[in-house]
């Protein structure tokens, strides 16, 4: 008998929600239930010894019951909060670091977040996803200290959820057919040997370029700039159309 489109679709969905419940089975099982003490994003302090197995626990269960592959060809961008400081640092990061990053469909319209209006586009292997980031609790690993990034040497800075509950369980991302790119919330992937391939400019990228008046902050613009410049990546809007590093010198100098 031959099966239609749209019962091959229901046939994979019934798949997809068995996955599902049988990772919250198994965290169930595991009595996975935690909120780490404030400050430490990468859970190193004695305080959080049990926090932190339970967070490692969390993503290996996400690791064997997920599809990593289904996201392979998904978009994935890191935003900037504060885009002329961190950029230039951003450019010095290691691929090995676990990095946050929202998604986007393979084609179409970049997906636009509140994280900041300058973004890098990155491939990468998934190691957690989810549909609600206000869910996933994966902390700020900018707020590490030096000495304890050093700690993880060439292996890279992890990045684990901070905290979880049995009802933020359903709203992650098994597999790519599990994400709803629902406008109203942001979406998040943790990656990990990522690798930058474009920049990418918000319709609202003129924002912080706009209100940086002083002299110090315009060379630290001028800085950013340059530094887009020098590696040699594209860099387009969230159409996918390239604009250039000429969007940013243009904008540069309007504002003078």
């Given at each position: 008998?031959?099966?239609?489109?749209?019962?091959l679709?229901?046939?994979?969905?019934g798949?997809?929600?068995?996955?599902?419940?049988s990772f919250?089975?198994?965290?169930t099982?595991?009595?996975?239930?935690?909120n780490a003490?404030?400050?430490?994003?990468?859970l190193l302090?004695?305080r959080?010894k049990e926090?932190?197995?339970?967070?490692?626990?969390?993503?290996?269960?996400w690791?064997q019951?997920s599809?990593q592959?289904?996201?392979?060809?998904?978009?994935?961008?890191?935003w900037f909060?504060d885009?002329v400081?961190?950029?230039p640092?951003?450019l010095?990061?290691?691929?090995r670091?676990?990095?946050?990053?929202?998604?986007?469909p393979a084609?179409?319209p970049?997906?636009f977040?509140r994280?900041?209006?300058?973004?890098?586009?990155?491939?990468?292997?998934?190691t957690?996803?989810?549909?609600?980031m206000n869910?996933?609790m994966t902390?700020?690993?900018?707020?590490?200290k030096?000495?304890?990034r050093?700690?993880?040497?060439?292996s890279?800075?992890?990045?684990?959820p901070?905290?979880t509950?049995p009802?933020?369980w359903?709203?992650?991302?098994?597999?790519?057919?599990?994400l709803?790119?629902d406008p109203s919330?942001v979406?998040?992937?943790?990656l990990?040997?990522?690798?930058?391939?474009a920049w990418?400019?918000?319709?609202?990228?003129?924002?912080?370029?706009?209100r940086l008046?002083?002299?110090?902050e315009?060379?630290?613009?001028?800085?950013?700039?340059e530094?887009i410049?020098?590696s040699g990546?594209?860099?387009i809007n969230?159409?996918?159309?390239?604009?250039?590093?000429?969007?940013?010198?243009r904008?540069?100098?309007?504002t003078?």
């Amino acid at each position: 008998m031959r099966i239609t489109e749209s019962q091959l679709r229901r046939v994979v969905r019934g798949i997809i929600l068995e996955d599902l419940q049988s990772f919250i089975d198994a965290a169930t099982k595991a009595n996975l239930n935690y909120n780490a003490s404030p400050g430490d994003p990468v859970l190193l302090h004695p305080r959080n010894k049990e926090v932190k197995r339970q967070a490692r626990t969390l993503k290996d269960l996400w690791r064997q019951h997920s599809d990593q592959s289904s996201f392979e060809n998904l978009t994935f961008v890191h935003w900037f909060s504060d885009t002329v400081k961190m950029i230039p640092e951003f450019l010095n990061m290691s691929g090995r670091d676990e990095i946050s990053a929202s998604i986007s469909p393979a084609k179409g319209p970049i997906g636009f977040t509140r994280w900041g209006v300058i973004g890098v586009q990155l491939k990468g292997r998934v190691t957690f996803a989810g549909n609600d980031m206000n869910r996933m609790m994966t902390g700020y690993t900018a707020d590490v200290k030096t000495k304890d990034r050093a700690k993880y040497g060439k292996s890279g800075l992890p990045k684990r959820p901070i905290e979880t509950t049995p009802s933020s369980w359903s709203t992650f991302a098994l597999e790519a057919d599990d994400l709803s790119f629902d406008p109203s919330k942001v979406n998040e992937a943790i990656l990990d040997n990522w690798r930058p391939v474009a920049w990418v400019l918000s319709e609202n990228f003129w924002y912080p370029i706009a209100r940086l008046k002083r002299r110090s902050e315009r060379e630290e613009l001028l800085t950013m700039i340059e530094a887009i410049k020098d590696s040699g990546l594209p860099v387009i809007n969230t159409d996918r159309e390239e604009v250039g590093v000429e969007a940013l010198e243009r904008a540069y100098n309007e504002t003078e």
